[in-house]
């Protein structure tokens, strides 16, 4: 690993979030030649809660009174990392990965500190807040540089970050910058390239191939030790805070299961609640909550709204640190799990596998999670509620302690249809769980008690 030193900038600000030199940051080897060299302008924007549980909204750029520590050059078994710290406690990162023939990033994190009361002012959260994205860099070739004048905009949660004027170079030769550049798309004009029409009419042959008759001798399969399962991860409960008020809670043990690359066989990872800590947002519609396991696994659950009535897991991000430089192990924004109603909890004992992508799946364990309207710091009833003349319910049927459970008819035609469904729906909590109870006033009231019996009353 190498040494690293960074150099100086030059920064006009005016305005206090108009940007008008590009910060330029260079890391040095041990041999004082150049191996990192970025050269960009940036403009932050995060939305954070105050004390008075308000929300305000902070604007700052870039400086060029920066420092390189951290960074590292990169060889043969370390990837390149550069690390730029500006301000009281804020850093941007990026890492880069490389094939035979070109480089290019991969991820990129921005570290805020919210103790900057010159930045944000009156903040309730209090520490640095890590915000993960993916780099859209394309593929460079060595001894090429990127370059993108135009605007490329990142927004995740309430975290957005614009970057324009940006020429970077990592795995540079004895010191010297390339002057082939690769442009970014935005940058490129686009070309309409004409249309021709050809028609092929291809030959038909007739080919009749005779298969060889082959004797093939089958050995005995030979019996492979069972691996050591993972043992299960323990549970806790994580907790995200606006002001003094707990506004998000979810409670599970939480298991891993991914691939880095095609080849690689798969990994499993257990979450540990000892070292791992939370922390994340809160809005009108939607939150977040930020798992940090010893600094190396951070978890991003991304929670948003149906309208008015129900909440859903929208998306999960997943990255790990290794040797300083950050790889993403996945990231899905288009989820559609735990959904339940606003106001209630979502909840399941049974052990659950969510694909997040074909590289990476969440194993959950004890699931029960409420992001919005939490009363007093505490869990509201968890609940599922029957579309009757669906027969289809939303979250797990699988709770092994009693809960209330709204089941309500729209019309008497319905009923027998109810009653239909009721048999079903018997056999299922029959197998699944252990008490059960559904209460709703204002309709059909249905109670599965211990014993089992069910009646229903008006």
Request: charged fraction near 15%.
């Amino acid at each position: 690993m190498y040494s690293c030193i960074g150099l100086a900038f030059v920064l006009l600000l005016g305005c206090g979030v108009l940007q008008s030199d590009a910060t330029v940051a260079e890391v040095l080897d041990q041999n004082n030649k150049t191996c990192i060299y970025a050269e960009m302008m940036v403009n932050f924007t995060v939305q954070y809660e105050t004390s008075n549980s308000t929300l305000s909204t902070a604007e700052f750029v870039l400086p060029t009174n920066v420092t390189t520590a951290g960074s590292i050059c990169g060889n043969k078994t370390v990837t390149p990392f550069l690390k730029i710290s500006f301000g009281n406690g804020h850093y941007w990162s990026i890492n880069f990965t490389h094939s035979n023939t070109s480089y290019h990033g991969d991820v990129f994190i921005f570290g805020y500190n919210v103790n900057d009361s010159t930045i944000f002012h009156n903040a309730s959260q209090k520490g640095v807040i890590k915000v993960v994205a993916n780099d859209t860099m394309p593929p460079v070739p060595m001894d090429h540089y990127y370059r993108c004048m135009s605007d490329d905009v990142f927004k995740q949660g309430n975290v957005t970050q614009t970057f324009w004027n940006v020429s970077i170079q990592a795995y540079i030769k004895d010191g010297n910058l390339s002057k082939n550049a690769t442009v970014c798309s935005a940058d490129t004009p686009t070309t309409v390239a004409p249309v021709t029409n050809i028609t092929t009419i291809a030959p038909v042959t007739n080919i009749t191939t005779i298969a060889p008759v082959t004797n093939v001798t089958t050995a005995a399969p030979t019996t492979t030790p069972k691996p050591t399962p993972t043992p299960k991860p323990d549970k806790e409960t994580y907790k995200v805070s606006r002001g003094n008020d707990t506004c998000l809670i979810i409670t599970m043990g939480l298991q891993l299961n991914y691939s880095t690359t095609a080849q690689a066989p798969w990994e499993v990872k257990n979450i540990e609640p000892n070292v791992t800590t939370a922390s994340g947002t809160c809005g009108n519609d939607t939150s977040t909550i930020t798992l940090n396991d010893s600094d190396t696994i951070y978890l991003v659950f991304s929670f948003a709204k149906h309208s008015s009535k129900t909440f859903y897991l929208k998306g999960v991000n997943v990255t790990t640190i290794v040797n300083g430089s950050a790889q993403q192990l996945g990231i899905n924004n288009n989820l559609s799990y735990w959904e339940a109603t606003l106001g209630s909890s979502y909840m399941c004992n049974k052990d659950q596998v969510f694909k997040v992508t074909d590289k990476l799946s969440i194993n959950t364990y004890d699931l029960r999670v409420q992001p919005f309207n939490v009363t007093n710091g505490e869990y509201s009833t968890g609940y599922f509620a029957f579309p009757i003349g669906l027969f289809k319910y939303k979250t797990c049927l699988c709770w092994n302690t009693q809960m209330n459970i709204p089941v309500c008819i729209s019309q008497l035609q319905d009923i027998q249809r109810f009653y239909n469904f009721i048999s079903v729906l018997k056999d299922a909590l029959n197998k699944s769980c252990k008490s059960f109870t559904c209460i709703q006033t204002n309709c059909f009231e249905m109670n599965h008690s211990n014993n089992k019996n069910m009646h229903i009353a008006k």
